[in-house]
Every structure is written in structure tokens, then in C-alpha cells.
């Protein structure tokens, strides 16, 4: 059996979940234009431990979101999520926070791309499968006009920055699902299992978050 704390601080939604086997039993998040993070943070993993009714000795892991998106959400995710690993010596899991995104799409057909907003027209994305199979690389991209033409088949756009998207990327094949804005620890759940299962740990010690930082310094 295991329990494992889930933490997603990437974006403006502040989301904690806690998972059995794979399993959400309990979530609690909030999104919020201020990015109250340090604020609701702890008091959702409080609430989250309490709701399921189970020590926090028990907990088997902590898997935190790992970018890309916000530095400073980034941060104060990563840092809890460390500081429990240290106190209670479990591991760490990282997850993608573009794989956290797409799982909320459910469609048989097609690709998915998760897309969080960098600022004007610049935006963290990856291409993935229906199977939910990531089949490109993680970039930070300009979008154009040009962006995803020569793909033909339909492609799924999900994220917090659609509004902006839908002004450049008008092809027919291109739909986008308003309903989907932001990742959440829901489904980071059945990830981190995976994650447990085959011992896909981080080094506690020295794991830093995805900032794309490189990106970040050109601009």
C-alpha cells in the first residue's frame, strides 16, 4: 500500500491531494489571482491529513509538481514538499506539471497540448498522445500563426492561457477546452503512483524545480 501526498504550486491554483494506491481519496485546492501560496500551502495539507483521518507517520512519499511555471510557486511547493521528505525520511517524486495538465483531458483521439502562460505571447508547452504518452520535448515558445500548422490531426489545446492562443491558432483541427485551466493534484495521484511503484525518486538533498530558466534569462 501506498500513501502519498500530492503538491502542485506551479500555477495560480494552489492544490494538494492525498492518494492511496493510485487513488485520490481527498483534495483541496484554490485558485487564486494573488498567488497566496506561502499563505494556503500548509493549511491545505493540514485540512488534506485531517479530512483522510491518518497520521502524517504514514504517509509513503510526497510528490510535488516540477515545473515548468510560476519560480515562485515553484519554490514554495518544492520546499515543503522537501522539508516532509527530511522530517519523515520518505522520498521525494518529482512530476511533470505539463503531464499533471494534460491527464485531465479525456478524448480517444488526437494529440494533447498542455500550454501555461509565460507572459505576452510566450508560453511553457509539449506535445502528448492520446495515450497520454509525452511525444515531444518540454519548450518555452512564441506562438505565431506558424505554431503547430503542419500538424493535421486534431490537436487539443488545454491551460491558463487559451484566450490569448485562440487569436493565433485558428486551424480548423485546433479545438480548445476552456473547461481545463490549470493542473491540480487530483491528478497527480495516479502518476506518483507509477512513480512509486518503479522507485523514480529524487535526490532530496539537491532536486530543484523545471524553470526553464534559460528561457527566462534571453528575454
Known amino acids: 500500500m501506498a500513501i502519498i501526498l500530492n503538491i502542485e504550486t506551479a500555477t495560480k ?25 506561502a ?30 511555471g510560476s519560480y515562485t510557486g515553484l519554490r514554495i511547493g518544492v520546499s515543503a514538499a522537501k522539508g516532509l521528505c527530511y522530517a519523515l525520511n520518505i522520498p521525494l517524486i518529482a512530476v511533470d506539471t505539463l503531464e499533471i495538465l494534460a491527464n485531465q483531458v479525456q478524448k ?10 509565460a507572459r505576452r505571447m510566450e508560453v511553457y508547452s509539449a506535445i502528448f498522445n492520446n495515450d497520454l504518452e509525452k511525444i515531444s520535448e518540454t519548450k518555452a515558445e512564441i506562438l505565431s500563426t506558424e505554431s503547430y500548422a503542419e500538424i493535421n490531426e486534431k490537436i487539443y489545446f ?8 485562440q487569436t493565433v491558432l485558428t486551424k480548423n483541427n485546433f479545438e480548445f477546452l476552456p473547461e481545463i485551466v490549470y493542473p491540480s493534484a487530483n491528478e497527480m495521484s495516479k502518476i ?3 512513480k512509486f511503484e518503479n522507485k523514480q525518486f529524487e535526490d532530496v538533498a539537491y532536486f530543484e524545480p523545471f524553470y526553464l530558466k534559460d528561457f527566462l534569462l534571453t528575454k
Open 13 to 37: 491554483n494552489c492544490s494538494v491531494s492525498l492518494s492511496k494506491n493510485g487513488k485520490t481519496i481527498f483534495f483541496k485546492e484554490h485558485a487564486d489571482q494573488g498567488y497566496s501560496h
Open 39 to 68: 499563505e494556503k500551502l500548509h493549511v491545505f495539507i493540514d485540512q488534506v491529513i485531517k479530512e483522510c483521518q491518518i497520521n502524517i507517520s504514514e504517509i509513503n512519499a510526497v510528490a510535488v509538481s516540477k515545473g515548468p
Open 108 to 117: 480517444k483521439d488526437g494529440l494533447i497540448v498542455p500550454m501555461l502562460d
Open 158 to 165: 488545454v491551460g491558463d492561457c487559451q484566450e490569448k492562443c
Open 192 to 194: 506518483s503512483y507509477q
